[in-house]
């Protein structure tokens, strides 16, 4: 059974080692400009441009053709996308699904929404990548990855909120207070697939605190954790060493935003994903 994984560009991976893999990219739009989240991508030049663009932006994501073509002949396509509260990608996936099985019997689809964004979904895929390994049926891994997904939550700190509430993401008074004096906010990605906002914090020593006692609360334990960010290395990097004071053979690792969550997340921002338990 030859087996592919696709997910959308919100994963922030353009690729993965030992198996066959396909990232659909989501688009930034503003009046005068788009951008493609794929690797071609200038990401500082784009940031650059849309902190002193004074616009609308907002961005669009992949059509059924563009899902179609990333199926390409895998006997087993794992889809993986964003939350379907933020995006269109779920419903496009699952209308091509709808095509590709029919024109190819015998092929099949499993569309999974993440009900969250960014680095949860690389967890998920990691997890896709070691059960298609194992050799276990279409059944068996569907089974498996949505009983893992159970496991896996996503927790976020960002210092503006301007591109989320532009375009619905969040409260405009939410987005209002972040940033001001130097608030940030902490959230969570909710069991329904929407962006929590849990805390206000002022800087961002005691928003990583925060975040850490929020997955604890959450039931992590040294498990698998994926954390990327937007041009914000330093403060990865402290959160990783508190990390590591805890759980000092934790799986953890740190990667960089590309372009749709470093629109929403902004530059600052910080989003990790992690497993509960063991």
């Known amino acids: 059974m030859k087996c592919k994984i696709v997910t959308d560009s919100s994963v922030n991976l353009f690729s993965m080692e030992d198996v066959d893999f396909s990232s659909v990219p989501l688009k930034i739009i503003t009046d005068s400009r788009e951008f493609t989240d794929?690797?071609?991508?200038?990401?500082?030049?784009?940031?650059?441009?849309?902190?002193?663009?004074?616009?609308?932006?907002?961005?669009?994501?992949?059509?059924?053709?563009?899902?179609?073509?990333?199926?390409?002949?895998?006997?087993?396509?794992?889809?993986?996308?964003?939350?379907?509260?933020?995006?269109?990608?779920?419903?496009?996936?699952?209308?091509?699904?709808?095509?590709?099985?029919?024109?190819?019997?015998?092929?099949?689809?499993?569309?999974?929404?993440?009900?969250?964004?960014?680095?949860?979904?690389?967890?998920?895929?990691?997890?896709?990548?070691?059960?298609?390994h194992s050799g276990k049926s279409f059944e068996q891994i569907e089974a498996e990855i949505r009983s893992y997904m159970k496991r896996t939550h996503l927790i976020f700190t960002l210092e503006s909120l301007n591109n989320m509430a532009q375009n619905g993401r969040v409260s405009p008074l939410v987005a209002k207070a972040c940033g001001l004096l130097g608030i940030r906010i902490v959230g969570q990605a909710s069991d329904e697939g929407t962006l929590q906002p849990l805390h206000k914090s002022r800087g961002i020593a005691k928003a990583l605190k925060i975040m850490l006692s929020e997955m604890k609360k959450k039931?992590?334990?040294?498990?698998?954790?994926?954390?990327?960010?937007?041009?914000?290395?330093?403060?990865?990097?402290?959160?990783?060493?508190?990390?590591?004071?805890?759980?000092?053979?934790?799986?953890?690792?740190?990667?960089?935003?590309?372009?749709?969550?470093?629109?929403y997340a902004e530059t600052g921002g910080i989003m990790i994903g992690f497993e509960s338990g063991r």
């Open 38 to 132: 794929d690797q071609n991508l200038d990401l500082d030049e784009m940031l650059t441009y849309l902190a002193s663009y004074k616009g609308r932006s907002g961005t669009s994501c992949p059509n059924i053709h563009e899902w179609l073509e990333a199926f390409g002949d895998a006997d087993a396509v794992f889809a993986l996308t964003i939350t379907s509260s933020l995006s269109g990608c779920y419903n496009a996936a699952v209308q091509a699904k709808e095509q590709y099985e029919a024109a190819y019997p015998g092929r099949r689809v499993c569309c999974l929404d993440s009900l969250s964004a960014g680095p949860e979904l690389a967890l998920i895929a990691e997890k896709l990548r070691e059960l298609i």
């Open 219 to 263: 039931g992590y334990e040294g498990g698998r954790l994926r954390l990327v960010h937007c041009q914000n290395e330093p403060a990865a990097q402290e959160f990783l060493k508190l990390v590591k004071e805890e759980f000092p053979d934790s799986d953890a690792s740190i990667g960089k935003m590309t372009a749709l969550c470093s629109f």
